[in-house]
């Protein structure tokens, strides 16, 4: 069973940055695909970022430029660090954790990231 927690979110300006991280309990950590996804009101989950557990990285197109997803396998951890935010990037972020090809997937509970002056 691996377990996420996300945190981090918050309310910030247009422009402004931050930092979401999202602690992963277990021992598979390192074996992990990782991703984020966030949904905002009235609308579908969309995919973010992803990174694979060799650490190659993904972006939707909406924040290729903007937003940067790492790794800590040391730390068990997965970040997602969004500069030059936009008030159409609020939403609620989720974590997740996967094993490609093998169904496995887990959600962590979200944060909330809210872009308005």
């Known amino acids: 069973q691996v377990q996420l927690v996300e945190s981090g979110g918050g309310l910030v300006q247009p422009g402004g940055s931050l930092r979401l991280s999202c602690a992963v309990s277990?021992?598979?950590?390192?074996?992990?695909?990782m991703g984020w996804s966030r949904q905002a009101p009235g609308k579908q989950r969309e995919l973010v970022a992803t990174?694979?557990?060799?650490?190659?990285?993904n972006y939707a197109d909406s924040v290729k430029g903007r937003f940067t997803i790492s790794r800590d396998n040391a730390k068990n951890t997965v970040y997602l660090q969004m500069n030059s935010l936009k008030p159409e990037d609020t939403a609620v972020y989720y974590c997740?954790?996967?094993?490609?090809?093998?169904?496995?997937?887990?959600w962590g509970r979200g944060t909330q990231v809210t872009v308005s002056s």
């Open positions: 277990g021992s598979i950590f390192s074996i992990l695909a």
């Open positions: 997740n954790a996967f094993i490609p090809d093998s169904g496995f997937r887990s």
């Open positions: 990174t694979t557990s060799g650490g190659s990285t």
